[in-house]
């Protein structure tokens, strides 16, 4: 009967929820506009058949401004299948719009109304019978984010046919609106406080200091239940595994390539675990309830100056989770120019993968709470992230930002079973990643520190091994750190392939800490921090733009964490000499600036 | 600047939207704007964006195009 469906519509209007309902997925919904950027494909079965549905990103209207709305509007002009135009109801007036335009050309639309029970509690309407007189195509309305609703959907889809009525339909009647009233929209107390200037903006700082506590704070949850999984999966598994291998006279090297390799590397990994899915919970908990919103709309007037819009906030949050999606997000925002602007920026925000490697290398110079330590290095990547945008403005990608043009949702409820799917979808991730990706860097990294060139065995690692030979051309890089540490560059190595790859080298490559000065151990931190993402990170960036503007993405990355963490070092050696310093060419460049502006003006 | 012609209530009709950027006007029509739309305008401040009321719903503008938007019939 139909060769496809496609799920078309306004942003926010249940697509998502309804194609995961459909096809029993676990793609990513939220209360914002802008959830979902690229077309995703899955199957229903229908008819005993199996039918392909399509999720397509949501549009304003039917002649595309931003690159995921050109997306929906290829397929859906393209498609010979079923449109399924799912309409929030509070929205219906300029939904309509869009209908008449597929109408129009001929295009097989079913129209499913959803949200109605929102609408009424806003004190909006519609008078069904009516629109289904109006509109030659069929017409269901319900919630379809429950399983009658996508029932009543199935049913639709499969009785198209009859309850298509071909009828001759006057746009202009349709057009007046007569079955509609629209919502009224009174401002709650949590909209005012939100929203609000003054009160919105130290909320927000408040609600993300609480969820760092929650994650990192000595009495928050995620450190004791962090130390619970360590004592477990490394400690006294090591033992327990160690007595056993004892017994059953397994080879040290076999012993070794169990207990450092496995357990110590990603064993070691795991214990972040709970810290950094408390931070995706609460991300996913707010995204769900629509305050991410508000937080783009609190934020546009701080990124005035940057070249780039509030939208941006969605990608600085997802940066917080992975580097990778965060770029992938950027398909969002308004042009070709902001994207690159914002992508070239969010290497500076810390993922969740980095959180490891930063708390280890911290370990032995951090003596209050990880939780400010952790809050410190976030707001010292949202700094870094605003510089680079102002910097990426003035000199690599030029061009005016664009207003913030955005709707807001209303507060929702989060279904439990979509907080559930998020969280469960980056809980299988993480582990996934850690059988796979931290499983391989970790024997990998095991076996060539433990074998030497001249392949002998030595558990304590070779000074001649395959590790020492691969990273020692690289240790130079960090003589001016004092730094003369093959080890240290292995460990930059590792990060390349993945973040946590760094903590699983510090794990392997110093069992004792890291025993080097603070002030170089801190340079370390910030270049860790800064260099060149992960090669995933580097490919979604490759994929999203080109190769060259890949490459330049990590040189330019690299050569920044190498100055920034020089800076560092040589403030916290001599600091009154680089203060000096900063300040003599701050005057130079502040002098220069005012002397091409008096000529400019002559 | 136009929105000052706002009653009391900050609210007022739309009775012509005026922005240089097409673009950004095709984008303000599309997300609801329109002429004789009903607006109420319930943040404004000096540095971040204005939060509108169009027709019922919750619409955040930038202020500098916050000050393009002509609003008539108070």
């Known amino acids: ?602 | 600047m136009v929105l000052s012609k706002l009653n009391k209530n900050q609210t007022a009709v739309i009775e012509s939207v005026k922005v240089s950027d097409k673009l950004v006007l095709k984008r303000l029509y599309d997300i609801g704007v329109r002429v004789n739309a009903k607006i109420k305008v319930i943040d404004l401040s000096k540095n971040t964006a204005i939060l509108l009321i169009i027709d019922g719903r919750l619409i955040t503008v930038s202020y500098e195009l916050g000050k393009l938007i002509v609003v008539k019939g108070v």
Request: glycine share 6%.
């Open chain 1, 1 to 602: 009967m139909f060769s496809e469906v496609c799920l078309f519509g306004m942003p926010n209007s249940g697509k998502t929820t309804i194609f995961n309902l459909l096809t029993k997925s676990n793609e990513k919904v939220g209360n914002w506009h802008g959830v979902t950027l690229e077309a995703k494909k899955g199957q229903f079965e229908f008819n005993k058949n199996k039918l392909d549905v399509y999720d397509l990103p949501g549009v304003y209207s039917l002649y595309p401004v931003t690159l995921e709305e050109k997306i929906s509007i290829n397929k859906v002009l393209k498609t010979n299948g079923l449109i399924v135009f799912v309409i929030e109801g509070a929205t219906l007036n300029i939904a309509i719009d869009m209908v008449l335009g597929l109408i129009k050309q001929n295009k097989r639309v079913l129209v499913a109304v959803n949200m109605v029970k929102e609408l009424y509690k806003r004190f909006g309407s519609i008078d069904f019978e009516k629109l289904k007189q109006l509109l030659p195509v069929p017409v269901i309305y319900g919630e379809f984010n429950t399983l009658k609703g996508i029932e009543l959907l199935k049913n639709a889809i499969q009785n198209y046919k009859n309850l298509l009525n071909f009828k001759n339909y006057n746009t202009a009647t349709i057009k007046k609106l007569d079955f509609f009233t629209p919502p009224v929209y009174k401002k709650s107390v949590l909209d005012f406080l939100t929203t609000n200037k003054v009160i919105g903006k130290i909320l927000l700082l408040v609600i993300f200091l609480f969820v760092f506590y929650l994650a990192f704070g000595n009495y928050g949850i995620g450190k004791p239940l962090s130390n619970l999984i360590y004592g477990f999966a490394v400690t006294n598994l090591s033992q327990m595994v160690e007595n056993w291998f004892l017994e059953l006279n397994v080879s040290p090297f076999a012993t070794a390539l169990v207990i450092e390799g496995v357990i110590g590397g990603v064993g070691g990994i795991l214990q972040f675990l709970p810290q950094t899915l408390i931070l995706i919970m609460a991300i996913t908990f707010l995204e769900l309830t629509g305050y991410m919103a508000r937080v783009a709309y609190l934020t546009d007037g701080l990124l005035k100056n940057s070249g780039i819009n509030g939208r941006a906030v969605f990608s600085i949050l997802m940066g917080f989770g992975c580097t990778a999606i965060s770029v992938a997000t950027t398909n969002g925002l308004e042009n070709e120019n902001i994207k690159k602007r914002a992508t070239l920026s969010l290497g500076m925000i810390s993922c969740s993968a980095k959180i490891p490697a930063l708390m280890l290398i911290s370990a032995s110079f951090i003596k209050f709470d990880n939780f400010l330590f952790i809050s410190l290095i976030y707001l010292f990547g949202l700094v870094l992230f605003y510089i680079q945008l102002t910097f990426s403005k003035k000199y690599f990608v030029k061009g005016e930002r664009v207003p913030l043009i955005m709707e807001i949702p209303p507060y929702r409820v989060p279904k439990l079973s979509d907080f559930i799917k998020a969280t469960t979808k980056y809980l299988k991730g993480f582990i996934l990643k850690i059988i796979t990706v931290i499983f391989i860097i970790s024997i990998t990294l095991f076996l060539l520190k433990s074998v030497s060139i001249d392949f002998k065995f030595n558990t304590n690692g070779y000074e001649n091994s395959f590790l020492y030979y691969a990273s020692v051309l690289l240790k130079f890089l960090f003589y001016p750190f004092n730094v003369d540490s093959w080890e240290v560059s292995a460990m930059m190595i590792c990060g390349l392939f993945a973040k946590e790859g760094v903590a699983t080298a510090i794990l392997q490559l110093f069992p004792n800490g890291i025993t080097i000065p603070t002030s170089s151990l801190i340079a370390l931190a910030v270049f860790f921090y800064v260099y060149t993402p992960c090669v995933t990170a580097l490919s979604v960036i490759k994929t999203s733009f080109n190769f060259k503007f890949m490459v330049k993405f990590a040189i330019l990355q690299f050569l920044e964490a190498y100055v920034l963490a020089l800076i560092v070092y040589y403030l916290l050696i001599y600091p009154i000499i680089v203060l000096s310093v900063g300040l003599v060419f701050g005057a130079i460049y502040i002098s220069i600036k005012r002397l091409k502006n008096k000529k400019r003006l002559i």
